[in-house]
């Protein structure tokens, strides 16, 4: 095949493999040489699981949460995957099974997209996708009798929201892109309407309830522009609303203030950092500001200064806001399972990378911080860990946020190997969780740093500004600056990163000598995918990654795209490759291509394909996900190891 476009030709000697059919007698090959290429590797791998399941909790529980009458929690019982929804009235009730998620997997892979209990208390939405194609099927449980209504939508996205009398059900439905184009209200029992479309393609929409419970909002959202309608929710019928139309590069989220009755506007109108949009707020440009969320008396602000996160709480009676920090340096803070508007306490979640999650209450008019769990973490000590924040140069003299995370006893003096993680795209923010698979690799004595570069939304939105369209490629000098800047701090250093962090990847696997690479889910034929309109994540990514269209964006593509740069190191460095059939975000062309070429270009590269069930992480269910982590790791530790 050859592609001709602003007067140049590619030629592309794998585009045969755009044909899923045609690709899979290769695909299930590649798999059957990954298992073998990888059969010494058995033992260790099998070893590593053992660890990991081993700082998992048999059996797990959530903290527990309240909504309406009910208290809800989720738990996993022994030898479970992926364990059962719960509910109970109070402290003497014994709790129900609401929705059982091992009944649900089909050949071992379920996705909960949907889980909304109705006003009422009576029904559950939910949804589930079995293949990992992230295209869910909407299904209603009468939570009295624990069966399954009749009704049942397909092709539908992971957002709903009930009306006030819990007679309907607003979602969301994807086009032959997979993007979620339309809004559907569905009546119990009865038919489904069409709410709102969106025309633009470069647009996707998500709808969900203010906590007040009034207004249903509507979000139609591109990667710079927002545009927000409401319906009461009392009237599901109506026709919905704009709040403020919509203008090109300006966005915007709403929350109901139910005290006042008035809405309260999160923007970036005239604040690139974004601005609430209510008299007790006073912007700060040092701030990046990501979403207000609306209580009875209070407005709780989550941002992020400096780098780090915390929440704002601001008492709508005009006394002075106060802040709620994590517990622990390169910490995260989050609200979390906050339903219910008329409350005197929410809900928050903490933690690191070395620090297991911890669950807290704080009390929003004595400030009071209560500790209602800690995730269990069997022959973990947290004390023996330690999480740190430093700062990288970056070749413009820009510093660049690095999380070091090590076994206290492993110094960062050079005489410990280190496995980098990256990712640098669509503003995203990591929060830092513990996580067993990383404990065990820490326990082996390798250092982790994740290397917070632009194209991510760790210093705001400039940060992201700085990585993505034609400034793309600091993404990756970024990346290799943090290298650097390791280098005498430990030994050798591996490298990985998963779907934009694997298009990281792929551009610096020749940039500088690796012990090894991963590149997960890679976004590799840039060009390429991003000229057909005709596949997912096209049309509304051209304002992440450019329009080929356009010769500036083309030529800037074309100079770092990994499929058109074949940058292979004369070291042979170990390369990784996964790929998901499956994987909506991802098409596993890309990554299969990429890997037949670089083979007929003489790379060491092995590929991990997921030709059945598998999505865009790999399989799901918790110790199916372990296994996968124990095969990555011990592929990570034997080449940092050699």
């Known amino acids: 095949m050859v592609h001709r476009l602003h007067g140049i030709e590619r030629i592309d000697d794998y585009d045969w493999m755009r044909d899923p059919e045609a690709a899979r007698e290769t695909l299930l090959a590649e798999r059957r040489h990954?298992?073998?290429?990888?059969?010494?590797?058995?033992?260790?791998?099998?070893?590593?699981?053992?660890?990991?399941?081993?700082?998992?909790?048999?059996?797990?529980?959530?903290?527990?949460?309240?909504?309406?009458?009910?208290?809800?929690?989720?738990?996993?019982?022994?030898?479970?995957?992926?364990?059962?929804?719960?509910?109970?009235?109070?402290?003497?009730?014994?709790?129900?099974?609401?929705?059982?998620?091992?009944?649900?997997?089909?050949?071992?892979?379920?996705?909960?997209g949907v889980r909304e209990v109705s006003p009422c208390g009576r029904f559950l939405a939910y949804s589930v996708d079995t293949s990992g194609d992230e295209v869910y099927e909407l299904r209603f449980r009468d939570l009295e009798t624990g069966v399954d209504l009749p009704d049942r939508v397909a092709g539908t996205y992971y957002t709903g929201a009930w009306s006030a009398d819990s007679s309907s059900f607003f979602y969301t439905v994807v086009d032959e892109c997979y993007r979620p184009y339309e809004v559907r209200r569905h009546v119990l029992g009865g038919g489904d309407a069409?709410?709102?479309?969106?025309?633009?393609?470069?647009?996707?929409?998500?709808?969900?309830?203010?906590?007040?419970?009034?207004?249903?909002?509507?979000?139609?959202?591109?990667?710079?522009?927002?545009?927000?309608?409401?319906?009461?929710?009392?009237?599901?019928?109506?026709?919905?609303?704009?709040?403020?139309?919509?203008?090109?590069?300006?966005?915007?989220?709403?929350?109901?203030?139910?005290?006042?009755?008035?809405?309260?506007?999160?923007?970036?109108?005239?604040?690139?950092?974004?601005?609430?949009?209510?008299?007790?707020?006073?912007?700060?440009?040092?701030?990046?500001?990501?979403?207000?969320?609306?209580?009875?008396?209070?407005?709780?602000?989550?941002?992020?200064?400096?780098?780090?996160?915390?929440?704002?709480?601001?008492?709508?009676?005009?006394?002075?806001?106060?802040?709620?920090?994590?517990?622990?340096?390169?910490?995260?803070?989050?609200?979390?399972?906050?339903?219910?508007?008329?409350?005197?306490?929410?809900?928050?979640?903490?933690?690191?990378?070395?620090?297991?999650?911890?669950?807290?209450?704080?009390?929003?008019?004595?400030?009071?911080?209560?500790?209602?769990?800690?995730?269990?973490?069997?022959?973990?000590?947290?004390?023996?860990?330690?999480?740190?924040?430093?700062?990288?140069?970056?070749?413009?003299?820009?510093?660049?946020p690095v999380t070091v995370v090590r076994r206290r006893d492993v110094p960062l003096d050079g005489t410990a190997p280190c496995l980098l993680y990256g990712y640098g795209a669509y503003e995203a923010v990591f929060d830092f969780t513990w996580e067993a698979p990383l404990s065990v690799l820490l326990d082996e004595g390798v250092i982790f740093a994740h290397a917070h570069i632009r194209g991510g939304g760790e210093m705001g939105r400039a940060w992201w500004q700085s990585g993505r369209l034609t400034a793309k490629p600091t993404t990756f000098s970024d990346h290799v600056a943090v290298a650097a800047w390791l280098e005498g701090k430990v030994t050798t250093i591996a490298t990985r990163g998963l779907s934009a962090g694997g298009l990281l990847m792929a551009a610096v696997y020749g940039m500088r000598p690796w012990a090894a690479v991963i590149a997960e889910v890679p976004f590799v034929d840039v060009v390429t995918t991003m000229l057909d309109d005709t596949i997912?994540?096209?049309?509304?990514?051209?304002?992440?990654?450019?329009?080929?269209?356009?010769?500036?964006?083309?030529?800037?593509?074309?100079?770092?795209?990994?499929?058109?740069?074949?940058?292979?190191?004369?070291?042979?460095?170990?390369?990784?490759?996964?790929?998901?059939?499956?994987?909506?975000?991802?098409l596993v062309r890309e990554p299969a291509k990429w890997v037949a070429k670089l083979r007929a270009h003489g790379a060491n590269v092995l590929f991990r394909v997921e030709v059945e069930d598998g999505g865009h992480t790999g399989p799901s269910g918790r110790y199916a996900h372990l296994d996968y982590e124990a095969e990555i790791y011990a592929f990570i530790l034997r080449a940092l190891q050699q």
């Open 34 to 112: 990954y298992a073998a290429e990888t059969a010494h590797l058995a033992p260790f791998r099998q070893v590593l699981a053992a660890k990991m399941a081993g700082r998992t909790p048999e059996t797990e529980s959530s903290v527990s949460w309240r909504h309406g009458a009910f208290v809800y929690y989720t738990q996993i019982e022994t030898g479970r995957e992926f364990g059962d929804f719960c509910r109970k009235r109070d402290a003497s009730d014994g709790g129900s099974v609401l929705l059982n998620l091992d009944e649900l997997a089909a050949a071992g892979y379920v996705e909960l």
């Open 194 to 400: 069409v709410v709102l479309t969106e025309p633009d393609r470069r647009f996707e929409v998500t709808v969900e309830a203010t906590r007040s419970g009034a207004y249903i909002a509507i979000t139609a959202a591109n990667r710079d522009t927002t545009e927000v309608w409401l319906i009461p929710a009392a009237t599901p019928e109506a026709e919905s609303r704009s709040v403020r139309g919509r203008t090109p590069r300006v966005e915007y989220r709403v929350d109901h203030d139910a005290t006042n009755d008035r809405l309260v506007i999160t923007t970036d109108d005239g604040w690139p950092e974004f601005r609430v949009d209510h008299e007790l707020v006073t912007p700060n440009p040092a701030e990046r500001v990501y979403r207000t969320d609306c209580f009875a008396g209070y407005i709780v602000i989550s941002l992020r200064r400096g780098g780090e996160p915390l929440l704002r709480v601001v008492p709508m009676d005009g006394t002075e806001p106060w802040e709620i920090h994590p517990e622990t340096t390169a910490g995260r803070i989050a609200l979390v399972h906050n339903h219910d508007y008329d409350t005197t306490e929410i809900l928050i979640e903490t933690g690191s990378y070395s620090e297991p999650t911890r669950w807290s209450t704080v009390d929003l008019a004595t400030r009071e911080r209560t500790v209602l769990k800690t995730a269990e973490t069997p022959g973990y000590d947290p004390a023996g860990y330690v999480s740190e924040r430093h700062w990288a140069p970056a070749p413009d003299g820009v510093m660049i």
């Open 536 to 586: 997912p994540l096209t049309v509304n990514e051209w304002e992440e990654w450019g329009d080929p269209r356009k010769p500036k964006d083309f030529a800037s593509m074309l100079a770092y795209s990994p499929y058109d740069n074949m940058l292979i190191p004369e070291t042979k460095t170990p390369l990784l490759v996964t790929g998901a059939v499956n994987d909506p975000r991802v």
